[in-house]
């Protein structure tokens, strides 16, 4: 018979075998490598997300481990109305508004190298046939704009363009009602849209 240790072992080598629900359960039954599990899974994202509503790396680094202290110390209170990443992203949220805050008021400027796909996804439904060259040129205007955008539209947009959550999702992370989530979406993406097509006008000027 496979001792505890050795089972959990093997759960963490088969660790993307393993669904959101389970790992929870485990790590709520104080299994450790299942909590490993849970970090190694979505570390990256908070990352990411982090670094793009607070623009520091260093910063977002600082929030990532937080978010995973704080899911540590709150795994019991998980109850699965909630998926586990929009859990996780709930507690990246406040963490990077209460840093946000804190802070002198200034223009952010955030990353944007990983951020490409939003500028994809928003010359795509412009309809423009070389949006593969023009998203690399686009890089700095959606920089300048996410920098810009409020409290209450960025984590929206990011959740939903980048991260891929539902509008339900995001409303159960935020704490606000699926009809202020897509309103929020909507009035995010007209402003990067604006943004976008001021750039595109000016490059049209200098031709």
């Known amino acids: 018979m ?7 072992m093997t759960q963490h080598e088969a660790g993307n075998g393993l669904s959101d629900q389970l790992l929870i359960a485990r790590c709520q039954a104080d299994d450790l490598s299942a909590f490993d599990l849970l970090v190694d899974r979505y570390q990256a994202r908070v990352f990411g997300f982090a670094r793009r509503m607070v623009g520091d790396a260093q910063e977002a680094e600082d929030v990532a481990q937080e978010v995973f202290v704080r899911a540590f110390r709150n795994i019991r209170r998980y109850d699965g109305r909630a998926s586990v990443a929009g859990w996780l992203f709930k507690i990246a949220t406040n963490l990077c508004i209460d840093r946000r805050r ?4 200034r223009v952010v400027e955030v990353p944007l190298e990983p951020d490409a796909d939003i500028a994809h996804g928003l010359i ?3 309809g423009d046939p070389q949006e593969e060259a023009v998203a690399k040129q686009m890089h700095e205007v959606v920089q300048s704009a996410l920098a810009t955008l409020s409290e209450r539209l960025r984590p929206v947009l990011l959740l939903h363009d980048v991260e891929g959550m539902s509008y339900e999702e995001i409303a159960n992370a935020l704490n606000i009602p699926v009809g202020t989530v897509k309103s929020r979406l909507f009035l995010a993406r007209e402003r990067l849209q604006s943004a976008l097509s ?9 031709e």
């Open 124 to 126: 795509a439904r412009s």
């Open 102 to 105: 804190r802070r002198s008021r």
């Open 2 to 8: 496979e001792s505890t240790g050795a089972l959990r």
């Open 198 to 206: 001021a750039y595109l006008q000016a490059g049209e000027t200098d």
